[in-house]
């Protein structure tokens, strides 16, 4: 009837009339706006973070760009990020990203290429990462 009309194009004012609980129950607001949200356009400037894993055949740039030819993320802009092999390879793997985007017609805002992956942690990273995790850690009785 009118209210999905409505409700199609973002014009109705009251979500919780549409969205109950079991039984018919009003629904929090909070439950409500978290069912809602992605239908919210997006303020301008935002942007969407995506990881080139390139294993999974482009679906990780694919899905994000999908997206952004929707009403409620035009606004948005695509960062890609991907890993260099070495150091020396950073800007030739930033131009090769940035190429095969163009290729494909997707439009992103910066290719940023993230080098040493496969360097092992410095010890002062280590041990801010044990300390992050000691509380999860089990302990081992000591009777």
């Not at 194009?9 to 706006?33: A, F, H, K, Q, W």
């Not at 960062?79 to 985007?101: C, D, I």
Request: with cysteine; glycine share 10%.
């Amino acid at each position: 009837g009118k209210a999905t009309k409505k409700h199609r194009r973002g014009g109705l004012t009251s979500p919780g009339i549409l969205y109950r609980g079991i039984g018919g129950t009003v629904l929090p607001d909070d439950i409500v706006e978290g069912l809602t949200r992605f239908r919210q356009p997006v303020k301008k400037g935002a942007r969407i973070d995506v990881w080139w894993l390139y294993d999974d055949g482009g679906l990780t740039i694919l899905i994000p760009y999908i997206l952004t030819q929707r009403r409620q993320f035009s606004s948005a802009s695509l960062r890609v990020f991907s890993l260099a092999s070495s150091r020396g390879e950073l800007e030739y793997e930033q131009r090769s990203m940035a190429a095969l985007l163009s290729k494909f017609r997707i439009d992103c805002s910066d290719v940023v290429v993230i080098p040493d992956v496969q360097k092992k942690a410095g010890d002062d990273t280590r041990g801010d990462f044990d300390a992050l995790i000691e509380p999860f850690k089990e302990k081992a009785d000591e009777s």
